[in-house]
């Protein structure tokens, strides 16, 4: 079984609110990450998590904070977001962590809208 | 700066035909190669994974690398509508993840 689960599917916030997209998989995988995706356009890689600890950031801002619990979850908290920031918002995890060389299986992602 | 180049498209092909997609990478070291399937609003789904050069089938679809020249491909044999979607082209190599490129939009006609 290959499946990544995010909740929530959608969801609405204001640019003062706190809320947290969450992801799992129980595919016993190493490395974990967030991309964040714009319509018509490819997904763009915000973190990456390899054996629990941060390994890629790619200068996202601090608006977004992931967090790794356990193998099993991911995490990306959100705070003072902008309208900007509106899109859809993807996990996937790989097999082994460290040359990423596996495929990576994406989740159904998070449609997020910023008012 | 690693860079993965498709053709955006719409590639309209009639429902039977094969479509064929390509895509064309940078580095040199790249080792894994991706073929992604997106319909629209949902999440992209693996097609087919391809790491040494030749062809790789899979059902209708088969997958061609080309080491030498950076370039990997993408066949579609008897496209059906539900073929109808954007595919996205991903190279990994050396310890970068996943580079994608713009996605090739596929209309197969009815």
């Known amino acids: 079984d290959t499946e990544v689960t995010q909740t929530p599917k959608h969801l609405v916030m204001g640019m003062t609110n706190k809320k947290s997209l969450k992801c799992e998989q129980h595919m016993g995988h190493r490395a974990m990450y967030w991309y964040k995706q714009k319509a018509k356009k490819p997904p763009e890689l915000m973190f990456v998590?390899?054996?629990?600890?941060?390994?890629i950031n790619e200068s996202v801002p601090s608006r977004f904070s992931p967090e790794c619990p356990n193998s099993s979850l991911l995490n990306l908290h959100l705070h003072a977001l902008q309208p900007e920031d509106s899109a859809l918002y993807l996990c996937?995890?790989?097999?082994?962590?460290?040359?990423?060389?596996?495929?990576?299986?994406f989740g159904p992602g998070t449609r997020l809208t910023v008012l | 700066q690693k860079e993965v180049e498709q053709n955006s498209g719409p590639l309209s092909v009639p429902e039977g035909a094969i479509a064929s997609l390509n895509c064309t990478y940078s580095?040199?070291?790249?080792?894994?190669f991706f073929w992604y399937r997106q319909y629209s609003g949902k999440s992209p789904e693996l097609i087919m994974s391809i790491y040494s050069n030749g062809d790789k089938e899979d059902g209708r679809f088969t997958a061609q690398l080309n080491k030498a020249s950076q370039y990997v491909s993408l066949l579609i044999r008897d496209s059906q509508p539900s073929d109808s979607a954007t595919y996205l082209c991903?190279?990994?190599?050396?310890?970068?993840?996943?580079?994608f490129g713009k996605g090739t939009r596929l209309s197969v006609i009815a």
């Open positions: 996937a995890s790989s097999a082994s962590g460290g040359a990423f060389l596996d495929t990576q299986y």
């Open positions: 580095d040199r070291v790249s080792q894994s």
């Open positions: 998590y390899s054996y629990e600890k941060l390994s």
């Open positions: 991903a190279v990994v190599g050396g310890n970068t993840p996943l580079v």
